[in-house]
């Protein structure tokens, strides 16, 4: 480990930034992409295969990694890095998503949410304290502050209610991130990353007036950087989009901005392009599994029987090892006979299309020309697949 | 594709021998194992994978490729190699050994074999001039002649009438192999390689007398190098020794030697003392999907409670990938929880012990030390897992 958290913009184009995140394990250049590795491992590769394309940041689940194989033996193996053994920058989110999702299998109250493993129905609880306490344990670079994450549509109602306990949890899971920090003797099981920085959720579904209230009130909490949650969630595009021009643009200039579990490549484009610096998703990964490959003209699904004699690749554009070296006829075969390595060859491509797109905005942000960047992008990107 | 077929042996070593075997798709330095890519990739690895630990050959399988993709598939796209991207030697076997092990769906009379797929049901034949019209399509560096294998225990009467049928087919499938290189416009679908060599396959169960017949028939017949089927089917493993030394003895000195889907570790130094060049087997990558790695002690099961705070890499000494970045306790949860990144980790150190074991024996050949490699190795290797 080395140095302590920082992040700093080093170039300006429009409302797009590049930057800096400084963390004990390393750099990351901003805007940047961070991989899914739900359970300590990007599905499908191994980490030689992640740093490989170039990524400089992975994501892991609180939620999963807490059920098995437990912060309590992670922390004891020296944390997560030493744990799976991945030396760079590791981002956990907080467990809430999670565990919102579990509907039947959890409560929630005003102290946190009781819920029911999807692994063995064990009764478990998360609240504020035990995610920053359980994240500690970890050791990630990053660690999320506990929140409640609202679904789509919601009432303004409810939405507000929800973020208003939105906040009541920040600030306490930002106590309890600070006292264990000053005294890690406080913290359950061991702190292993004393360097860890954490960060702050802006709530308040698609109502304005509710996401400028959370992001004050959240600000004024202080973290060392602040995520945009609860979008993704079946909201049109446009009114995503909307949002994130909104709360970007009032968000603190010097800090790191992450918008959460977004999203498709043109997301990516339109989020940079409102100020956005920071991104995790499972799209890529998930989808390779399910055979929809991303190219630079929109995803292809790889089952196609079109492409059963398609001796080119699936992007002839595209520098990844499985298109330099496989045809589409090749990887339609492998995923048609259920070969794990499709799931191998086809996440090693998608995971190149984020990472390359998020390293083509960056230098189109340090040279200025990001705006024709993202003009090229939309002319030959279609998100719709073809038919 | 460059050069034609051929082997050399250019150390000696009691009855172990170093060779070369060239190929149109390049060399490859004996004893060799050949890792099996059943249906056009090693289960779990990308082929960079397969480069990057050493592989010079793999095997494909004519039985599931002939079902799916299909040899006019690949024959179109321009042989095997073309269509799944791997420019080193190929070795198919005849299809042969799956088909019999087809039970109830299976019909097998003098002219050849009628099966059902295992993936539809659909019907198929197979014979010798078939199976060998099928490889010329693929394409492979090495093609099998199409040969009958007995279980075991067989009565001496029954290996007797089998090994004599093999002997018929031997014949057929050469005169087969023989024509289609001359003109290849009476080869079904189109022929890929026309430096294709074919090996003969000795067979006659654990019968001396037949073994001896088998060999030398088949030599008469006259084939590019000679593999000993029917073994590894359940008889004892000196058994099977005895057989190996017996045959080796007698085949011809200047062809390479070849022992079909054999084994375990110890089954291949022991096979290389009496005489073996080439070895395939699924033991590495079977077993690594099921959880166990093979190490210089002998076989673990990655699976067992002991491990899931064993920081230690699964042999210190080992240099691979896997035991150079993980720990056993990283690598017995990535396997309980189901990950595909534990299979691929397990079959890169998998793999990597066998053929580090194939090049220490090369080694030892060629330094004139071969016997002592044989003794330390079974002084550390037991290949009864621990308990």
Known sequence: MSGAFSFGVTHRDGAARAGELATPHGVVETPAFAPVGTRGAVKSLTHRDVVDLGAQMVLANTYHLHLRPGEDLIGRAGGLHAFIGWDRPILTDSGGYQV?????????????????????GSLHRLTPESAADIQANLGSDIAMVFDECTSYPVDEAVARASMERTLRWAERGRRRFQAISEDPDLCEGVLTNPGQAQFGI?????????????????????FEGYAIGGLSVGEPVDVMYDVVAETAAQMPDAEVRYLMGTGMPDDLVESVARGIDLFDCVLPTRNARNGQLLTRTGPISIKQARYAEDNRPPDPECSCYTCRHHSLAYLRYLFVAGEMTASTLNTLHNIHFYLDTMRRMRDAIVFGSFESFRQRFHETFSRRPRS
């Open 202 to 222: 802006i709530q308040g579904s698609v109502y304005p007036s509710l996401r400028a209230v959370s992001l004050r009130e959240t600000v004024s909490i202080g």
């Open 100 to 120: 919102f999702s579990l509907g039947d299998r959890r409560r929630i109250d005003e102290e946190g949410v009781s819920f029911r493993s999807h692994l063995d």
